[in-house]
Each structure stands twice: as structure tokens, then as C-alpha cells.
């Protein structure tokens, strides 16, 4: 679990007429992860040819595409559940049990079912779409009239006749307006349309067609021209009959909807049922692309986990009778940039995706999950530090494992992060002396300076109080920080043992050690006063601490500076654990403040917003000083303590696998 898991290459040649035995075996056994040839070993082109993908890929392609359109159309369609409903009781996909079959009797199966529906469905779904563009057209002609329904004259006058020239449209400067139409012994008339930040009228103007360019000439400069259909009646009028018309297009247009959800019903499920089954077969004929291929035989490479290399084995020895010729080979980093599987259990997925976030390691590079699986939920913890933060968010995430978790695989894996955030907070809260704030000694002992319980510890007296003692925080803080950094040395100096480079163990890491040991007693002595130091343990540290200085910067050379200076920065970054620890404390000690004095302030009405205040100050506080915490948290793994050993960029192991969402091979006789 430290490091991937150990991977081969492997390679085989098979004879062709094994090879749709061969596909579909490595297909659902899901061991092999299969190598493109063509791209990662060019030079074995010089002996065999490409393999072309087989001929039915187009065929499948072309069925995958047609239920893929009838899958996006319905779609549109479906009426699923949304909100708080959808997420207390998410649909579950019921997986339907299929037989395996010839790719001949699925095609006829698919068209069986296309012959039955497609038509229907594009007929249905053109028609949709057709009304509501004509009733889109309809609002806009609506929305053009609605300018007009202050005038009194019929909209057929819109336009050019014999002699007069009619205009409608939208401006800011109406008077203007007016007075150039009536200069040129015109008509015009405007109402008000606007009342808000920017007013505008609606203008209608009109003059003898002679003077048509001059009317033309005005409106472009000053009026947004109303374009509206040809139409007889006054502005009222046709708005009515428009809107007559408009809800007849949405009464049938709802009509067909509702055909459409009972199709999306009954169909949607089938069709993606056969879309899988019919990628499937798309992907096993694709995948031939990738090999090599002689006269006779085909040509296959790609990767295998370690502890499956015997099992994949015996498998195509059993497919092709054991006409086959196979081999297998440990990898080198370089040229070969093996593929990384991160061998961990089901529980630390969510982890995993974090990790992702930033990049996934290399073949040889240590995994940092399980040190994500400690250090970020508790980096939380103590940046949260409440403990009724952490109560609420322990009970969610409890909840949503308990509750949802049967039902979701995604919440069940993701609720575990919540359970530990909610731990590590409560944990923290506890210790640092918060309960939503100073809640309970301002609620309920009555004394604000009170703390929420005593208990002396090995010596110490807990809880601390950190609002008023902020000094001791930061001394824990500093601590887990430095903790946390050399835990990345440490791991640096596995990874490097295990790469056989032990040269960089001495050179790099160890004078990081020597450097801290020395550095740091010399500085608590000499100018943090904190103890004295015997000649013996000053020579010792001031060694230490010279060996650590002269090999930073024979690595480093003149960018050693930067590199001590770095890691004091990266170190002092973990004081945002008590910077953000404090202010959520804080927010919550002023909205408790804040909701003692309603009564005072409200007398009648007071004991209620104490109660409002309470619930959502809080409630606002946790959602916002929750996300604080998470991203810091995750910034500190990141930045701080990846830098100290880890790279990433590696290749995930994407084994040729069947996926299947929607549907469940079974065999005759059984499952």
C-alpha cells in the first residue's frame, strides 16, 4: 500500500483464429491493460503490420450513434427527481439481465426496437420543436406589440402605402424625436414603456412617402426600429388573438410532452440498455487497432498486476488451447513508464480522488493516500477546532452512511471523509475549549470566562482555552507542522532506498535532520532563551548544524538561501492551524454575543431571534468555516509535505474491461 502495486509487461503471439476468444476473455477477466503497439514500440512496425480495427466497428458505430440520439432526445424528457428528494432517495438503476449473444442477433434485437420507436420519437421531437419556435415567434411579436397597446390605430398602417410612411419603435430622446418627425410635416406620438434605471418610450411616426429617407435617416440614429409580421388590427386586438394562439401551440405542444415522458418511461431504460451491449462489442472490435499482426498470427503487449500474471496465464493457455506463445517481463522506469495501481481498500477511494486532484504517483513513487487518510482530516480538525461543528458534521456523515450509503456507493465512500472531519473537530473542539463558541458557558453556566469542563492530564491542565491563551496553540501548531514536514523526509528516504539511490538518502535528507537538531537548539538558546546548552551539546549542535548549512548549498548552490528560507515558510504555514482554529471560535463567540442581546434589544420578540440567530449565524459560520478548513487542510498536503518527497504524473492502470452500468451478463443455467 506504500508503494503501487507491482506490475509486468507482458506480450503474446496467437494465431488468428483465436483471436475473438482471446478479446473476449481479456475483455471480462479485466487483468490486462493492453498497449497501443503502434504508439509505444514503433520499431516492432519494421517486422509486422498495423492491424486495422475489424469491419463491423463502423457497423456498431453506426447503431451506437442512432441510440445515442433517441438516448439524448428522451432524455430532455424524463421526469426525474430533483433537490432534497433526489438526495434523500436517489434512483436506483436496476441492471437488466442479458444473455451473451452473437453480434448478429443484437443487431436484429436493436433494429426490432429502432423499427418500433425511432420514428416515432424524431416525428414527435420535430413536431416539439417546431411549436416552440413558432410560439418563441409569438412571444417575441408579443412582447413587440406590448410597446403598442397604448396607441389606437391598426397595425396593418405599419409600413409603406401609396402615400404615407408609418413607423414604430423604441427610443430615449422622444421629444427630439417628435420634433424632427413633424419638421419634415409628420405625425408622432409616444408613451412611457420604461420606469426603472433607464426609461424609454415607445415612438409612432408617420409622413408622406417623399420624405421617406429623412424618416429613415432618424430612425437609425435615434429609435430601435419594432419589427412585427404583416397583422390587421388594432394593437389590443391582435395581442389578444396572439395570445389565443400561443396558448393553443402550448396546449399541444404539453400534449406531445407528455407523450414523450411516457416514451422516455417505458424506452429509456431498453435503449441504454442496448447502447451498452452495443459498445461492448464497439469496444472488443476497436481494441484490434492496438496490435500487431503477421500473415497468421497477432501480436499483443500491454500490462498485467504481479499477482495476476499466472492467472492471465493460465486464462489464454485455456481460450486458445495452449497455442500460444506468451512472455513476461519486470518493467524499468524508463523506457517503459509502467502503469501505477494503487492497491488500497474500497474505503480509501475518496482519498485516492483527492490525491488525483494534484496528480497520481509514478510506478516507483511512494502513494501518499495513506498519509491523506491521517493528515488532511486532521489538519481540519484542529483548523475547524469546535466540537459542535464537528457534532454536526459527525451526524450528517453518519447519516448519509448510514442512510444513504445502501442505496449510493459514491455518498457511502464519501461519507467516511465527513466522519473524520467530524472526529477530528470534535476531538479539537474539546480540547481547544469549543462548544459553537463559548455556547455553553454563556447559555448554560452563565459565565461567559467559564470552561466547558476541567481535567488535569499527565500533568496538564485541559481544555486549553485558545482564544485567550492563543500562544500555546501556536507552540502545537508549529509542532504538528514540523512533525508533518519530516514525515515527508522520512518518506523521501524510503522512496530513496527502495530506488537503491542511498547516495541521496546522506546527501539530501539526512543534512535536513542535522540542520533542524542543530539550527533548532542553537536558536532556543540564543535567541528564543528557552534552555541552556552544556559546552558538549553546543559543539554537537553547532556540527550538526554546520554539516546541515554546507551541504544545503553544495546541493543547492546559490539557491541554498532560498531553500532554508522555503522551509521555514512552509513551516510557519502551519500556523494558519491556530489563525483559522481562532476565527471560527470567534464568529461563533460573536454571533452568541450577538443573540444574548436580542432579548435586551427586542423585548416582546427578542427570545425568538435569539433562537433564529443561533441556527443560521451557526449554520453559516460551519458551511463557511468549513470550506476554509478543507482547502487549507488540502494545501498544506499539497504544497508543504508533498514538496518534500513526492512528484506524481504517473499513468493510472486502465485495464481493457467490460464496464457495465446497465446490464448483467448471465450464462444458461444460472448467473
Known sequence: MLFPAPVKKVSFIVHQSYLDKVITSLHESGLMQIIDITREDSKLLNEIENCEPSEETNECIAYENRLKNLIGILKTYKISKSGLKALLSPSVIEKKPVKKKKLSTLYREIDSLLRHIEKKILSLDGNIQKLKSEIDDINEDLQNISYLLNFDFDISYLGDSEYVITKAGITSEPEMVSREIESLDGIAGYVQIGKRKEKKWCIVGACHVSKKDKLELIWQRHINDIYLPSMTGKPLQVYKALQKQRDKLTKEMKKLKKE??????????????????????????????????TSATYVIEGWVLERDSNTLKSLLEKVTDEKIAISTSSPSSNPDNPPTYLDIPPWMEPFKTILALFSIPKYNEISPVPFLVIWFPLLFGIMLGDAGYGI??????????????????????????????????????????????????????????????HLDFLGYSIPLDALHKPLIVLVIALLIGLVHLNLGFVLAMCQNYRRGETKKIFKEQIPWFLLEIGGGALVGKALLHIWDLSLPMFIVSSIFAAIGLIALFVNNKAMGFFELTGFVGDWLSYARLLALGLAT???????????????????????????????????ANLLIQSLGAAIHSLRLQYVEFFNRFYEGGGKEFTPFRVRRKYTEEIVEGGR
Open 392 to 453: 454536526v458534521i459527525l451526524l450528517i456523515s453518519l447519516l448519509a452512511k448510514f442512510k444513504l450509503g445502501s442505496i449510493s456507493p459514491f455518498i457511502r465512500s464519501w461519507s467516511l471523509v465527513g466522519i473524520l472531519f467530524g472526529f477530528w473537530a470534535v476531538l479539537f473542539g474539546f480540547l481547544f475549549n469549543s462548544f459553537f463558541g463559548d455556547f455553553v458557558p454563556r447559555f448554560i453556566y452563565g459565565d461567559e470566562n467559564a470552561l466547558l469542563y
Open 260 to 293: 414523450m415522458n411516457e416514451l422516455s418511461a417505458e424506452y429509456m431504460h431498453e435503449l441504454l440498455v442496448k447502447l451498452e451491449e452495443i459498445q461492448i462489442e464497439r469496444v472488443r472490435r476497436e481494441i484490434s487497432s492496438s496490435f500487431g499482426k
Open 585 to 619: 471560535s470567534g464568529m461563533a463567540l460573536a454571533f452568541n454575543i450577538i443573540a444574548q442581546l436580542m432579548p435586551e434589544i427586542v423585548p416582546y420578540i427578542g427570545i425568538v431571534l435569539l433562537f433564529v440567530i443561533l441556527i443560521f449565524a451557526h449554520l
